[in-house]
Every structure is written in C-alpha cells, then in structure tokens.
C-alpha cells in the first residue's frame, strides 16, 4: 500500500466547511483528552478560555488590543504574499515603524496638535516600514535575491537598532541609571473610542482598503497576476518590476503603520519587544485567512482570543503556562491540518508488491 | 514549483515538532502541577467566599530554578503562614516585562478576575503597573524593584549587595588563577550593584584578583547563559558567579571543573555538586507575609520598602562543604556587622572605579541615591571582550 498527496481538484463548497468544523472538533477532544490526562475538567478550561477571551469586558478590550496590531501586520503582508513575495520581516517592519513614529514624537513642537501630530507620526512609521521592506523588494527586483531569509534577517537588524537606540543614542537621562527610552508624550496617544484605543478604526479602514486594493483596482489585479507566475505577467505586458516594488512599499508601509498603532496605542515606549512576534504571528495570519482582508479579522481575533484565554485558563484552573500553551498550541494546528486537508486530499493506491500480486493474478487467468 | 503546498507543509511540520516539544516539556512541569491543583483543590474546600484573591505576574515560568521560583516560593510561604483560606493566590507565568501591551492584558486579567492586590515581579513593568494603577484606585498594586509609586501602588525590593559581598568573600579566597568570572543580565543599576558589590567582596580579602564580566542582555536564556560562562572559564576564570534566573552558570562550572557561586535560590543540586558554593538568595515570602497580613487586616499601605539581611529578606545559602572551615567561619562572622550597617558598609569608602577616579572618599559610605541609579564599575571589574 502507498499513500499519496494529490491536490484536489475543487477545494471550497460545503466540505471545507465540514473539515473546518471537524478541525475544531477534534481539537476539543485532543486537549480535552490531554487536560483529563493532567488531571483538570476540560470543561471548566474551555468555559475558562471563553471567560478570559469575550466573557468580561476587560477580557473582551484586551483581546481586541491584541487583535488590532495582528490584524494590521497580517494585512500589510497579505499584499506581499499576493504577489509570491515571501515577506517574514514583519517585525522588523514594525519595529522601524515604531522607531520613525517615536521620533516623530519626540521632535515635533509641544503645542502641535494633536491629530496632526499623531497623522504625522502614522506617516513617519509609513515611511520607516517602506523603506525596510523596499531594502530587500529592490534586491529581489533587481538581482533575484531570495526574499525571504532577507526579510527574515532584517528583523534581527532592526531589533540591534532599537537597542542601540536604548543603550546609546535615545537613552533617557532621567530614568535614574536604567536604560530605556523616554515615553512618547500624552499628546502622542491614539485616543479611546468605546473603551479602545483608536487604533481598531484604523484597522477596519486598511481592511476595507487592502480588500479594495487586492480585488477591484488595476494594480491590485497586476499584483496577483505577478503572484500567479511572474512570466505570465510579463507576457501580459505588466512591468514586473515596478509591481513588485510598488506591492512591497504598500506592504512595508502598512507593517510600519502598525508599529505606529501599537506604540502609540499601547506600549507608549520603544523596546526592542514592541513587536512581541506579531511579525510573526501575522504570517499564520494572513494564510488562514487565505489573503483575504475581511477573513483576516475574524482569524486575528480568534488568534488573541486564545492568548488571552490562556491567561483566563491559568488563573481559573491554576495550570502552568507551559500547559495553556499546549492547548494553544493543539489548537492552531488542528486549525491548520484542516487548510491542508482542505486543498489537498490523500490517496491510498496499490504498492508495487501489491501491483506484482495483481500482476501474477492476471497471469494466471 | 508549488509554493503554497511547501509552504503548508512546512508550517504543519513545525507545529508537530512545536507540539512534542511542548510535551516532552510539560512532563517535567506535571509533578509541580499535581502539586498545585492538589493545593488548589484544598483550599476551594475551605471558605470560598471570604478569600482575599492576590494576583501575581512573573516574567519566566515559576518553576525555573532562579528569580521567579524565588518569588513563587514566597508567595506560597506567606500564604501558608497567612492562612490557605483568606488568600487566593492567582498567578500569569512568562510575561515579557518589555513587552509593554502583553503585560497590560495580563494585568488586566487579573483585574477583571477580581484581585484585589497585585504584585508585578519584575523591573519593565513599571510603568504599566503605574497606568493600570492610575485606571484602578480601587485596588492595590505593588513593583519589585523599581523606583514609582502611588497612594495604592508600592514598590518593594532588597538590598541583596550584603550576601553578594559576603559571597565575594568566599570567591576570593578559593580562586587560585586570581580571575573570577560573573555572568550578568542587563546593564542596569540593580546588576552593576551586584556586580560592584561582589567584587568589593572579592577584593577586600584578594586585592590581586579580577572579576571578568559578561553582559547577556537577558535574565532567562539557559543556553546564552551557559555560552557565556563556559567563555569565562576558557578566558583564565576558575570561579563563576551569576546575576541569571538560570542554573546554566553552576552546571557550566560543574562540567568545567570550576567552581560556582548561584543566586536567587539555594540551588544545591547533585547535578552541580562538584562547583556550588554558596548563593546570595531571596527570602520574599518575610516580605510578602506581612503584606498579605496587612490586607487581611486592612492595614496595607503604600511605600517604599528596601530590606536588608536584617529584615530576613534575603540571605547567604549555607555554604557547601567545598568551602574550607576558615574561609566559612571568616564570612560567618561578618554577617553580624552586616546585618548592623547594611549597605553602609557593603559602599563604604574609599572606592575607586576602575578607571581609577575616586567615587566614595575614606570615611563615608555611598549614599543610597547614588547606589540605586548605580552605572559604573568598581575597581577589579574587567569587562570581558
């Protein structure tokens, strides 16, 4: 016997829904299963995830704040991702975005106002996340370098940057001895609407905007034709090159904005952790959500409502994060089987001893 | 090519190998778990309603040998001398203190689970305790280490110097290369006071001996601690001491055949018993009884705590038997004196730093000011390249 991966033919329709809903199913029962081995109620973990997630209205506004920087980063590379540009830089993206708004923050006049001052700040972090993403586009455009260990390492150089900036260059002199940055001024906060800050609107305008972009404009369709195969686009009379770099600027930027978001959101300050591996997390992101904009919501908010609860599954049941990380982890490959299983089915075919034995029986008669 | 399909499974296969991992993991933290929810389920028994829930995040898990494990442990102390049925203790593990928003939800978590004090146990997450403080009068916070505080928020740390210098002592005289080597966290007042003080230890019994240090850049990364120990001993050190929340620096000194003076906890091990000398340790559970007690009693108060040897807050773990008898008996006797003047006379003059320039003139001690916004070395101190 021999087991094949073939590509199904028409993936969609009413079984992906069924695999969909059986990858949760069996998710359920696996870290049901697992916590029962442990010796906790399932039961009461699962009503915990739900309470620490949705259940309070804190629980609630902190999964939110958590989805709103995913959302906007799973956005940004979504673009890159449509055109086969494997964009891993995220982080470092964000993290240049952050950098360019917080000195923006800094350096503007006290008695600007605000929504200019912060407008200026989301155009800075723009600008910052662009230019680190448009480092490896041209390379990529220009001399065919691989894309992807190119942004990967960029996040590390951005990363030393930010703590250069802490240690040396931005190192605030009244913080008593302790190196960090000083705190962007309250005029810099994005302000709070219904409970949270601002930066939900924000991301619910990109969403529409990526969705517009990727779907209905000539430059968006040109993008995806790139990704399809780079040769056909050319055949098609589609300046490549100018595709990619403008797909990776557009992509970059939008990464850089949330930098912005989150700093001016959120953290307030610039650490090497602002990003906390949202770079990361975007990309599983953006392909659960399969590059759909308006899917991505759902997924990004799906994604912060199981770290937030896992927090609620610790303090109920009193488990070490270790274990609540498990069940997160259990979670989100199940979620990810059911993609494969959805675009790809196996096939189970004779092995050449079965093939022989066939053979033989057909010799005989 | 099909980029999509590689791509998926790629991702399938890291999530496998991430989920074993995990796993192979988690067997190591089942037993603690056990332990746990057995403790849990006692006290659930008893009076439910009445309890006083106390919420807690650390920075690396609670288990992990080292700064967390030191707090966890008193926490479980002080709740045990406070009673298991007028406190709930709700914990959050592996918060990145840098991590300004992460630490925000879990602060928030343990607001919306209805604590009604909360202690964040570790420096970066000042000034968000000090914004959730602002949001919440209503309840208590309380920072390890840090320098703010507010009518319901506190700070609290120790001066773990006076052990630090005591175990300076111990360095001093078992080094026979007259080179110790200190692996350090984070460039940070609270490490370069460690460090100094260690080395004036050192130096006030073997003023020929150099301490050689490396910074990390990290309070938790066995591995990086472990690279960085193992370069200190192949660069002339043949004692090692740490400001780490890991034992990689002891189980380095122990495969090297040198010796090892830990911190945090007593971190005596079969493992590293070759190398252990002794460790500054953190006694927290002393501070957090009376502050427990104080919400029970509803007596707590705000403000600034900053105990010493003499509090009981901290300490030197007893020394191993490959401390000769003199050399124990010398650091012995001093822990009278030092439970006398404290810090006094950890700083006291005169110091020079190592560029040469006096810092604290004959006759006078650093002042505490000076000691909390500490970023320089001592005299000895050799930043290792």
């Known amino acids: 016997m021999r087991l094949r991966i073939a590509k199904k033919d028409t993936a969609?329709?009413?079984?992906?829904?069924?695999?969909?809903?059986?990858?949760?199913?069996?998710?359920?029962?696996?870290?049901?299963?697992?916590?029962?081995?442990?010796?906790y109620n399932p039961i009461s973990a699962f009503a915990a995830i739900i309470k620490g997630s949705f259940g309070s209205k804190r629980g609630l506004i902190n999964t939110i704040t958590v989805a709103i920087p995913l959302l906007v980063v799973a956005l940004g590379l979504s673009i890159s991702f449509s055109m086969r540009f494997w964009n891993i830089g995220g982080e470092g993206q964000l993290i240049m975005g952050a950098i360019f708004a917080t000195f923006v923050a800094h350096n503007l006049p006290v008695n600007t106002p605000t929504p200019v001052y912060l407008i200026t700040m989301a155009i800075a972090?723009?600008?910052?996340?662009?230019?680190?993403?448009?480092?490896?586009?041209?390379?990529?455009?220009?001399?065919?370098?691989?894309?992807?260990?190119f942004t990967l390492m960029l996040n590390y150089v951005a990363i030393k940057i930010t703590v250069f900036l802490r240690l040396v260059l931005w190192k605030d002199p009244e913080a008593k001895g302790f190196p960090s940055i000083e705190a962007i001024p309250k005029i810099a906060h994005l302000p709070k609407v219904f409970g949270i800050h601002s930066g939900w609107i924000i991301a619910l305008i990109a969403t529409v905007l990526v969705y517009v972009f990727l779907k209905y404009t000539k430059r968006g369709y040109e993008t995806r034709v790139v990704g399809e195969s780079e040769r056909t686009a050319h055949y098609a009379g589609i300046n490549v090159r100018r595709v990619l770099i403008s797909g990776v600027i557009l992509s970059g930027g939008l990464v850089g904005l949330a930098g912005f978001v989150k700093l001016s959101g959120a953290a307030f300050t610039l650490s090497e952790s602002i990003g906390g591996g949202n770079g990361f997390s975007a990309v599983i992101i953006?392909?659960?959500?399969?590059?759909?904009?308006?899917?991505?919501?759902?997924?990004?908010?799906?994604?912060?409502?199981?770290?937030?609860?896992?927090?609620?599954?610790?303090?109920?049941?009193?488990i070490p994060a270790s274990v609540a990380d498990i069940i997160k982890g259990l979670i989100l490959f199940t979620a990810l089987a059911s993609e494969f299983f959805i675009a790809y089915r196996v096939v189970i075919e004779p092995g050449p001893r079965q093939l022989q034995k066939q053979a033989q029986k057909e010799d005989q008669v | 090519?099909?980029?999509?399909?590689?791509?998926?499974?790629?991702?399938?296969?890291?999530?496998?190998?991430?989920?074993?991992a995990g796993c192979a993991q988690s067997s190591v933290t089942t037993a603690a778990a056990a332990e746990t929810t057995a403790a849990a389920a006692e006290t659930t028994a008893a009076a439910a309603a009445e309890k006083i829930k106390v919420g807690v995040i650390y920075i690396s898990p609670k288990n992990d040998g080292g700064w967390s494990?030191?707090?966890?442990?008193?926490?479980?102390?002080?709740?045990?001398?406070?009673?298991?049925?007028?406190i709930d203790l709700k914990e959050i593990e592996n918060i990145n203190d840098a991590d300004a928003q992460q630490t925000e939800t879990a602060l928030n978590q343990l607001v919306a689970d209805g604590c009604q004090l909360i202690f964040a146990t570790s420096f970066n997450y000042m000034d968000v305790v000090e914004k959730v403080a602002l949001e919440n009068p209503e309840i208590k916070f309380e920072h390890c280490s840090g320098y703010k505080s507010a009518d319901n928020f506190a700070n609290y740390f120790g001066q773990i110097e006076q052990p630090r210098y005591l175990s300076g002592i111990v360095a001093g005289r078992m080094t026979k290369t007259n080179t110790i080597g200190y692996v350090a966290a984070m460039p940070i007042p609270e490490v370069y006071r460690g460090l100094n003080a260690f080395t004036l230890g050192v130096r006030s019994v073997n003023p020929d001996a150099i301490v050689k240090v490396t910074w990390t850049n990290t309070w938790f990364n066995p591995q990086l601690e472990k690279e960085a120990a193992i370069s200190l001993i192949d660069s002339g050190a043949d004692v090692l001491a740490q400001h780490q929340d890991s034992t990689a620096t002891q189980q380095a000194a122990q495969e090297k055949g040198v010796y090892g003076i830990g911190y945090d906890n007593p971190m005596y091990s079969e493992a590293i018993k070759d190398a252990y000398l002794t460790a500054p340790v953190w006694n927290w559970g002393a501070y957090y009884q009376t502050r427990l007690q104080g919400m029970v009693d509803g007596t707590w108060a705000t403000g600034s705590y900053w105990g010493g040897?003499?509090?009981?807050?901290?300490?030197?773990?007893?020394?191993?038997?490959?401390?000769?008898?003199?050399?124990?008996?010398?650091?012995?006797?001093?822990?009278?004196?030092?439970?006398?003047?404290?810090?006094?006379?950890?700083?006291?003059?005169?110091?020079?730093?190592?560029?040469?320039?006096?810092?604290?003139?004959?006759?006078?001690?650093?002042?505490?000011?000076?000691?909390?916004?500490?970023?320089?070395?001592?005299?000895?101190?050799?930043v290792a390249e």
């Open chain 1, 12 to 39: 969609g329709g009413y079984k992906a829904v069924l695999i969909r809903v059986g990858a949760v199913l069996v998710a359920l029962v696996l870290s049901g299963l697992l916590m029962t081995a442990m010796g």
């Open chain 2, 309 to 382: 040897m003499n509090e009981g807050v901290i300490a030197l773990d007893a020394m191993t038997a490959l401390v000769p008898a003199d050399v124990q008996t010398e650091v012995n006797g001093l822990i009278d004196t030092m439970k006398a003047k404290g810090n006094d006379f950890v700083f006291a003059g005169p110091i020079k730093d190592n560029t040469g320039k006096e810092r604290v003139a004959a006759g006078t001690s650093l002042p505490a000011a000076d000691q909390f916004s500490m970023d320089w070395y001592v005299e000895g101190v050799v």
């Open chain 2, 1 to 20: 090519m099909n980029f999509r399909k590689i791509m998926t499974v790629i991702l399938a296969l890291v999530l496998v190998v991430g989920v074993f």
């Open chain 2, 69 to 86: 494990q030191a707090h966890a442990t008193g926490f479980a102390n002080a709740v045990a001398a406070v009673g298991a049925d007028k």
């Open chain 1, 125 to 149: 972090s723009m600008i910052g996340g662009a230019l680190f993403a448009l480092i490896p586009g041209l390379f990529r455009a220009y001399s065919g370098t691989n894309e992807t260990l």
């Open chain 1, 286 to 318: 953006a392909w659960l959500a399969q590059l759909n904009a308006p899917v991505m919501v759902i997924v990004a908010l799906l994604f912060a409502a199981m770290e937030q609860g896992a927090m609620g599954m610790e303090l109920a049941l009193k």
